[in-house]
């Protein structure tokens, strides 16, 4: 690989990444010229990406590792393998369990840690070409295309298409939705703090108004939605955004 030596690790303010999203863009049933002979290209500059990654962040045990795609059954055993070595040996992993998403079902204990994440607006590192990825304070996405995220790991080590940073309200929504989107739903008192005093005036009026109907209930210091509520769970989260 051409391009510069790697940075010393990255500690700053952000919270280390413990859970990884892994592209493979490749798919049995859409032929696109060039992508089969590419596989050993692409397999060798994800390599480079990870640890390139790895070796200037901080890193924790991985929590979860999650493999997407195109197909990602079409990854040949062998490469797989490798970048499984690859992960154990620069993170390592942990095995313990966390509480899961609303929409999602999974037996006691078997939920699913990797998109508990994305619910609850935690880290995460995206590798591959167009995957993306969150800090904890800004999202960015890969290069979307196969032949340019190849020659650009190669030639510089980047691989970011934009970055982008969302606003205070942006935040605000996003965690109203994702939270009520989860069992344990969102706790009332963060959602209000934000807001100015007319707005937490009409948002506690919309409540009332979603607890008389039926569509959410309250617990402690928290606010869900109920089985009925889960139906209609978009109307719920837009009546209760337009303060």
């Given at each position: 690989?051409?391009?510069?030596?790697?940075?010393?690790?990255?500690?700053?303010?952000?919270?280390?990444?413990?859970?990884?999203?892994?592209?493979?863009?490749?798919?049995?049933?859409?032929?696109?010229?060039?992508?089969?002979?590419?596989?050993?290209?692409?397999?060798?500059?994800?390599?480079?990406?990870?640890?390139?990654?790895?070796?200037?962040?901080?890193?924790?045990?991985?929590?979860?590792?999650?493999?997407?795609?195109?197909?990602?059954?079409?990854?040949?055993?062998?490469?797989?393998?490798?970048?499984?070595?690859?992960?154990?040996?620069?993170?390592?992993?942990?095995?313990d369990y966390e509480q899961y998403e609303i929409s999602s079902f999974a037996k006691k204990g078997r939920y699913a840690q990797h998109n508990s994440v994305y619910w609850q607006r935690k880290p995460y590192k995206?590798?591959?070409?167009?995957?993306?990825?969150?800090?904890?304070?800004?999202?960015?996405?890969?290069?979307?295309?196969?032949?340019?995220?190849?020659?650009?790991?190669?030639?510089?080590?980047?691989?970011?298409?934009?970055?982008?940073?969302?606003?205070?309200?942006?935040?605000?929504?996003?965690?109203?939705?994702?939270?009520?989107?989860?069992?344990?739903?969102?706790?009332?008192?963060?959602?209000?703090?934000?807001?100015?005093?007319?707005?937490?005036?009409?948002?506690?009026?919309?409540?009332?108004?979603?607890?008389?109907?039926?569509?959410?209930?309250?617990?402690?210091?928290?606010?869900?939605?109920?089985?009925?509520?889960?139906?209609?769970?978009?109307?719920?989260?837009?009546?209760?955004?337009?303060?």
């Amino acid at each position: 690989m051409t391009g510069s030596q790697a940075s010393p690790a990255v500690t700053g303010t952000h919270m280390p990444v413990s859970l990884f999203y892994i592209h493979w863009p490749f798919c049995p049933f859409v032929a696109l010229a060039g992508h089969d002979e590419c596989m050993q290209d692409y397999h060798e500059v994800l390599c480079h990406e990870i640890k390139s990654y790895t070796d200037t962040h901080d890193t924790v045990p991985l929590k979860t590792v999650f493999f997407g795609g195109g197909t990602p059954s079409t990854y040949l055993p062998e490469l797989l393998a490798n970048t499984i070595d690859l992960l154990r040996d620069s993170c390592g992993f942990t095995t313990d369990y966390e509480q899961y998403e609303i929409s999602s079902f999974a037996k006691k204990g078997r939920y699913a840690q990797h998109n508990s994440v994305y619910w609850q607006r935690k880290p995460y590192k995206g590798f591959g070409m167009g995957a993306c990825s969150f800090d904890g304070e800004e999202r960015s996405q890969n290069i979307k295309n196969l032949l340019k995220f190849i020659e650009e790991i190669r030639n510089t080590g980047k691989d970011i298409l934009f970055t982008e940073r969302l606003t205070d309200k942006q935040v605000w929504l996003e965690q109203l939705m994702l939270g009520l989107r989860q069992r344990r739903g969102i706790v009332v008192a963060d959602i209000l703090k934000p807001l100015l005093p007319q707005e937490k005036e009409e948002f506690s009026r919309k409540t009332q108004e979603l607890l008389s109907a039926g569509l959410v209930s309250s617990s402690d210091d928290r606010m869900m939605l109920t089985p009925r509520g889960l139906s209609v769970a978009n109307e719920v989260i837009v009546r209760l955004s337009c303060i």
